[in-house]
C-alpha cells in the first residue's frame, strides 16, 4: 500500500507562520550514534527525562527498514540499558499507523528492536495525546520527555506542541536529499544558524503549576 498524506503535518505547518519556534530543537546531534546519554538538556540541566520517543526512519534506522542500523547497536543497547523498555516508545509515520496493514510492520520492528511501536491513525505531529496517554500510563509527565527525530516538521512540532524537549538528528543515516527534509535545513540555517545575535527558539516545557521544568 502506498503511503498516505500526512494530513496532520500539512494542516499544523500552518503554526510556523505565527511561531517558527515551534519547528526547532532543544538538543541538536547529526546522528544517533552522537547521542550524549542519558539526555540532558544543557539549557536545563536541572531537567531529568524519564521518557523517549523515537523516529524510525533515517533516524536509529535506515529508511524502509525495520533494524537498528549497525552502526547504532552501541548506543541503542546503551538507550536500552539507561532507560526502562516501556518508558522508550517508537513513533513512526509508517509502522505503526493505517498504511501497516495489520500493523505486520510495527511487529517485526518490535521483534527486531524489543521496543514497543505506537499504533495511530493520525500521522506525526497529530497523534501527541496518544503518545501522552501512553506514557501517563508510567507516571511520566509530557515535560519528562524528549522526542528524538530527523524532521523538523513533524518530530520537532510535535515534541513542542506535546510541551516536550526535542532531539533533532540533523542527518541521520544519511542526508536526505528529498524536497522536505532539504527545505527544513534550509530554514534551521535561516532560523538560528545564520541569526547570531537573535536566533529563534522553541518553547519550553512547563510544569503542571505553570512554572518552567528546572524550577
Known amino acids: 500500500m502506498a503511503p498516505s498524506l500526512n494530513l496532520s503535518a500539512t494542516l499544523n505547518i500552518s503554526r510556523l507562520l505565527y511561531n517558527p519556534g515551534l519547528c526547532l530543537p532543544h538538543i541538536t546531534f547529526k546522528s544517533f550514534d552522537q547521542l550524549a546519554l542519558p539526555f540532558q538538556i544543557p539549557s536545563h540541566p536541572n531537567v531529568k527525562i524519564k521518557g523517549v520517543v523515537l523516529d524510525k526512519d533515517n533516524c536509529f534506522a535506515k529508511d524502509h527498514d525495520d533494524k537498528v542500523w549497525p552502526a547504532y547497536e552501541s548506543t541503542w ?11 522508550i516508545l517508537i513513533v513512526s509515520n509508517s509502522a505503526g499507523t493505517d498504511d501497516d496493514k495489520n500493523h505486520a510492520q510495527a511487529k517485526i520492528l518490535e521483534e527486531n528492536t524489543r ?16 503518545i501522552k496517554q501512553y506514557f ?10 524528549v522526542v528524538v527525530g530527523d524532521r523538523l516538521f ?19 543515516v544519511e542526508l536526505s536529499g528529498k524536497v522536505f ?7 534551521y540555517s535561516k532560523l538560528v544558524l545564520n541569526r547570531k ?17 528546572d524550577m
Open 136 to 145: 501517563a500510563h508510567q507516571n511520566i509527565k509530557p515535560n519528562e520527555i
Open 115 to 130: 521496543v514497543s511501536v505506537l499504533r495511530h491513525s493520525i500521522k506525526k505531529p497529530g497523534c501527541l495525546d496518544e
Open 181 to 187: 527534509p532539504k527545505m527544513e535545513r534550509d530554514l
Open 77 to 87: 543497547q546503551k538507550l536500552k540499558a539507561l532507560y526502562p523498555r516501556e518508558h
Open 197 to 213: 545575535d537573535n536566533p529563534w527558539t522553541p518553547p519550553i516545557p512547563s510544569n503542571p503549576d505553570g512554572a518552567p521544568s
Open 154 to 172: 513533524t518530530d520537532m512540532v510535535m515534541a513542542n506542541m506535546m510541551g516536550s524537549w526535542g532531539c533533532w538528528i540533523s542527518e541521520g
